[in-house]
């Protein structure tokens, strides 16, 4: 592999959506783990509770928003 292949668009695209995907993936990792920690306070049944996932839902809407906010503001920097 030659030096312009590793500059071409399409890896650079390819690596940039690799990037992207990982960043998900960690996110969603975090997520699940501060939720679950903060809202599944017994052992879990076959069922959540329907304060469990009113719980969850909230937990994981706060993630969501938290994170879009903080995207934002590191792109407004750029």
């Known amino acids: 592999m030659?030096?312009?292949s590793l500059?071409?668009?399409e890896l650079q695209r390819f690596l940039e959506q690799e990037k992207e995907k990982a960043m998900v993936s960690e996110m969603v990792s975090k997520l699940t783990n501060v939720c679950w920690d903060?809202?599944?306070?017994?052992a879990p049944g076959s069922k959540f509770s329907s304060g469990e996932t009113s719980c969850l839902t909230n937990c994981a809407q706060r993630y969501m928003d938290m994170s879009i906010i903080i995207m934002k503001r590191f792109q407004s920097m750029q």
């Open 2 to 4: 030659d030096s312009s």
């Open 7 to 9: 500059n071409s668009p």
């Open 38 to 42: 903060k809202c599944i306070t017994g």
